[in-house]
Protein backbone atom coordinates (compact mmCIF):
# COMPACT_ATOMS: atom_id res chain seq x y z
CA UNK A 1 0.00 0.00 0.00
CA UNK A 2 1.24 3.30 -0.76
CA UNK A 3 1.86 6.11 2.02
CA UNK A 4 4.16 6.14 4.78
CA UNK A 5 4.35 3.82 7.78
CA UNK A 6 5.89 3.17 11.09
CA UNK A 7 6.27 0.03 13.15
CA UNK A 8 5.63 -0.88 15.95
CA UNK A 9 2.86 1.02 17.20
CA UNK A 10 3.45 0.43 20.87
CA UNK A 11 6.91 -0.62 22.26
CA UNK A 12 7.73 -1.16 25.65
CA UNK A 13 11.61 -0.96 26.93
CA UNK A 14 13.65 -1.27 29.69
CA UNK A 15 15.82 1.61 30.57
CA UNK A 16 19.03 1.65 28.97
CA UNK A 17 18.36 -0.55 25.87
CA UNK A 18 18.51 -0.13 22.76
CA UNK A 19 15.35 0.35 20.84
CA UNK A 20 14.98 1.31 17.19
CA UNK A 21 11.40 2.55 15.37
CA UNK A 22 11.13 1.82 11.71
CA UNK A 23 9.33 4.26 9.54
CA UNK A 24 9.03 3.25 5.32
CA UNK A 25 7.48 5.41 2.68
CA UNK A 26 6.43 4.43 -0.74
CA UNK A 27 6.46 7.88 -2.43
CA UNK A 28 10.15 8.71 -2.80
CA UNK A 29 9.64 11.87 -1.05
CA UNK A 30 13.32 13.26 -0.51
CA UNK A 31 12.75 14.63 2.54
CA UNK A 32 12.03 12.35 5.63
CA UNK A 33 11.50 13.66 9.56
CA UNK A 34 11.20 12.20 12.80
CA UNK A 35 9.23 14.28 15.60
CA UNK A 36 8.07 13.54 19.19
CA UNK A 37 5.28 14.79 20.26
CA UNK A 38 4.56 15.67 24.64
CA UNK A 39 1.69 17.17 25.87
CA UNK A 40 2.84 20.97 26.22
CA UNK A 41 5.28 20.66 24.03
CA UNK A 42 3.32 20.11 20.87
CA UNK A 43 5.47 18.20 18.33
CA UNK A 44 9.56 18.43 18.20
CA UNK A 45 12.24 17.95 15.75
CA UNK A 46 14.41 15.34 16.62
CA UNK A 47 15.96 14.48 13.07
CA UNK A 48 15.75 15.09 9.39
CA UNK A 49 16.99 13.92 5.92
CA UNK A 50 16.96 15.61 3.16
CA UNK A 51 18.31 12.76 0.75
CA UNK A 52 19.72 9.30 1.05
CA UNK A 53 22.79 9.67 3.26
CA UNK A 54 22.29 13.43 3.92
CA UNK A 55 20.77 13.80 7.78
CA UNK A 56 20.86 16.81 10.57
CA UNK A 57 19.66 17.35 13.88
CA UNK A 58 16.82 18.87 15.00
CA UNK A 59 15.39 20.65 17.96
CA UNK A 60 16.25 17.60 20.17
CA UNK A 61 18.47 15.24 18.62
CA UNK A 62 20.19 13.81 21.81
CA UNK A 63 20.05 10.59 22.86
CA UNK A 64 19.16 9.58 19.40
CA UNK A 65 20.73 8.24 16.18
CA UNK A 66 19.21 7.98 12.76
CA UNK A 67 20.70 6.26 9.27
CA UNK A 68 19.57 6.77 5.72
CA UNK A 69 21.04 4.35 3.24
CA UNK A 70 17.95 4.01 1.33
CA UNK A 71 15.26 6.68 0.13
CA UNK A 72 12.56 5.01 1.71
CA UNK A 73 13.40 4.18 4.89
CA UNK A 74 14.50 6.26 8.02
CA UNK A 75 14.76 4.66 11.45
CA UNK A 76 15.48 6.06 14.77
CA UNK A 77 17.54 4.58 17.20
CA UNK A 78 17.60 5.23 21.03
CA UNK A 79 21.12 3.93 21.75
CA UNK A 80 20.23 3.73 26.08
CA UNK A 81 16.71 4.16 26.40
CA UNK A 82 15.72 7.17 29.31
CA UNK A 83 12.24 7.18 30.71
CA UNK A 84 12.77 10.97 29.23
CA UNK A 85 12.31 9.58 25.95
CA UNK A 86 8.76 7.90 26.91
CA UNK A 87 6.97 9.47 24.40
CA UNK A 88 4.55 9.17 20.79
CA UNK A 89 7.32 9.51 18.09
CA UNK A 90 5.78 10.39 14.50
CA UNK A 91 7.82 9.62 11.10
CA UNK A 92 6.78 12.02 8.37
CA UNK A 93 7.83 12.54 5.02
CA UNK A 94 7.37 15.46 2.32
CA UNK A 95 8.77 16.79 -1.42
CA UNK A 96 9.27 20.33 -2.47
CA UNK A 97 8.30 20.09 -6.02
CA UNK A 98 5.28 19.22 -7.97
CA UNK A 99 3.32 21.28 -6.24
CA UNK A 100 3.34 19.14 -2.79
CA UNK A 101 3.92 21.66 0.25
CA UNK A 102 2.66 19.70 3.28
CA UNK A 103 4.05 16.50 5.28
CA UNK A 104 2.74 13.32 6.02
CA UNK A 105 2.82 11.51 8.36
CA UNK A 106 2.82 7.60 9.76
CA UNK A 107 0.32 6.85 12.56
CA UNK A 108 2.93 7.27 15.11
CA UNK A 109 5.07 4.94 17.69
CA UNK A 110 4.03 4.89 21.45
CA UNK A 111 7.20 4.35 23.28
CA UNK A 112 7.08 3.77 26.73
CA UNK A 113 10.59 3.75 28.83
CA UNK A 114 10.37 1.59 32.04
CA UNK B 1 14.42 30.73 14.21
CA UNK B 2 11.10 30.70 13.40
CA UNK B 3 8.35 30.10 15.76
CA UNK B 4 4.68 28.94 16.15
CA UNK B 5 2.23 30.36 19.61
CA UNK B 6 -0.97 28.47 20.00
CA UNK B 7 -2.20 30.67 22.98
CA UNK B 8 -5.49 28.46 23.63
CA UNK B 9 -4.68 25.04 25.08
CA UNK B 10 -8.26 23.85 24.91
CA UNK B 11 -11.32 24.92 23.66
CA UNK B 12 -15.38 24.21 23.36
CA UNK B 13 -17.74 24.45 20.94
CA UNK B 14 -21.42 23.56 20.80
CA UNK B 15 -22.92 21.03 18.26
CA UNK B 16 -23.07 23.55 15.03
CA UNK B 17 -21.94 26.40 16.30
CA UNK B 18 -18.48 28.14 14.71
CA UNK B 19 -15.35 28.17 16.63
CA UNK B 20 -12.40 29.79 16.04
CA UNK B 21 -8.39 28.32 17.32
CA UNK B 22 -5.98 31.00 17.14
CA UNK B 23 -1.66 30.69 15.92
CA UNK B 24 0.62 33.30 15.70
CA UNK B 25 3.70 33.12 14.47
CA UNK B 26 7.07 34.61 14.07
CA UNK B 27 9.50 34.90 11.00
CA UNK B 28 11.67 37.16 9.03
CA UNK B 29 10.86 35.55 5.98
CA UNK B 30 8.56 36.96 3.01
CA UNK B 31 7.20 33.84 1.66
CA UNK B 32 6.34 30.54 3.14
CA UNK B 33 3.58 28.03 4.08
CA UNK B 34 1.81 27.98 7.19
CA UNK B 35 -0.65 24.17 7.62
CA UNK B 36 -3.16 23.57 10.43
CA UNK B 37 -3.14 19.58 11.47
CA UNK B 38 -5.73 17.56 13.02
CA UNK B 39 -4.99 15.10 15.24
CA UNK B 40 -7.69 12.77 16.27
CA UNK B 41 -7.51 10.07 19.48
CA UNK B 42 -6.38 7.87 16.65
CA UNK B 43 -3.40 9.86 16.56
CA UNK B 44 -3.25 10.37 13.01
CA UNK B 45 -2.30 13.73 11.72
CA UNK B 46 -4.37 14.91 9.22
CA UNK B 47 -3.88 17.55 7.20
CA UNK B 48 -6.98 20.41 7.01
CA UNK B 49 -5.74 23.53 5.33
CA UNK B 50 -2.98 25.11 4.23
CA UNK B 51 -1.91 28.08 2.81
CA UNK B 52 0.69 30.06 1.10
CA UNK B 53 2.20 33.30 2.27
CA UNK B 54 2.29 35.19 -0.87
CA UNK B 55 -1.59 34.63 -1.47
CA UNK B 56 -3.69 36.97 -0.22
CA UNK B 57 -6.43 35.05 -1.04
CA UNK B 58 -7.90 33.02 2.67
CA UNK B 59 -7.82 29.27 2.10
CA UNK B 60 -10.85 27.48 2.65
CA UNK B 61 -11.95 24.17 2.75
CA UNK B 62 -15.79 23.03 3.22
CA UNK B 63 -16.49 23.80 6.79
CA UNK B 64 -13.03 25.05 7.31
CA UNK B 65 -11.43 28.32 6.63
CA UNK B 66 -8.47 30.61 7.55
CA UNK B 67 -7.96 34.40 8.59
CA UNK B 68 -4.29 35.14 7.20
CA UNK B 69 -3.46 37.96 8.29
CA UNK B 70 -0.02 38.32 7.11
CA UNK B 71 1.49 42.01 8.61
CA UNK B 72 0.11 40.64 12.08
CA UNK B 73 1.82 37.34 11.75
CA UNK B 74 -1.31 35.51 12.33
CA UNK B 75 -3.39 32.16 11.15
CA UNK B 76 -6.24 31.32 12.65
CA UNK B 77 -8.41 28.62 11.43
CA UNK B 78 -12.40 28.52 11.29
CA UNK B 79 -14.55 25.63 11.87
CA UNK B 80 -18.27 26.69 11.18
CA UNK B 81 -21.29 24.09 11.94
CA UNK B 82 -19.20 22.05 14.05
CA UNK B 83 -19.14 18.21 14.25
CA UNK B 84 -19.05 15.78 16.98
CA UNK B 85 -15.83 14.45 14.48
CA UNK B 86 -14.36 17.43 14.63
CA UNK B 87 -13.54 17.05 18.25
CA UNK B 88 -9.42 16.26 18.42
CA UNK B 89 -6.21 18.46 18.90
CA UNK B 90 -5.63 20.84 16.28
CA UNK B 91 -1.74 22.12 15.49
CA UNK B 92 -0.69 25.26 13.61
CA UNK B 93 2.25 24.09 11.81
CA UNK B 94 5.30 26.32 9.60
CA UNK B 95 7.48 25.73 6.90
CA UNK B 96 9.86 27.08 4.58
CA UNK B 97 9.58 26.90 1.09
CA UNK B 98 13.34 26.17 0.68
CA UNK B 99 15.14 23.10 0.99
CA UNK B 100 17.88 21.65 2.96
CA UNK B 101 18.23 22.97 6.39
CA UNK B 102 14.70 24.94 6.27
CA UNK B 103 12.91 22.34 5.23
CA UNK B 104 10.81 21.31 8.01
CA UNK B 105 7.51 22.01 9.87
CA UNK B 106 7.65 23.51 13.06
CA UNK B 107 4.81 23.15 14.96
CA UNK B 108 2.59 24.82 18.08
CA UNK B 109 1.55 23.41 21.06
CA UNK B 110 -1.48 22.69 20.12
CA UNK B 111 -5.37 23.27 20.75
CA UNK B 112 -7.25 20.43 22.14
CA UNK B 113 -11.27 20.78 21.06
CA UNK B 114 -13.93 19.37 22.71
CA UNK B 115 -17.35 19.76 20.91
CA UNK B 116 -20.43 19.26 22.95
CA UNK B 117 -23.81 17.59 21.76
Known amino acids: DAGITQSPRYKITETGRQVTLMCHQT?????MFWYRQDLGHGLRLIYY???????DKGEVPDGYVVSRSKTENFPLTLESATRSQTSVYFC?????????????FGQGTRLTVV | AQTVTQSQPEMSVQEAETVTLSCTYD???????LFWYKQPPSRQMILVIR??????QNATENRFSVNFQKAAKSFSLKISDSQLGDAAMYFC??????????????FGTGTLLAVQP
Open chain 1, 92 to 104: ASSELRGGITEAF
Open chain 1, 27 to 31: WSHSY
Open chain 1, 49 to 55: SAAADIT
Open chain 2, 27 to 33: TSESDYY
Open chain 2, 51 to 56: QEAYKQ
Open chain 2, 93 to 106: AYRSPYGGATNKLI
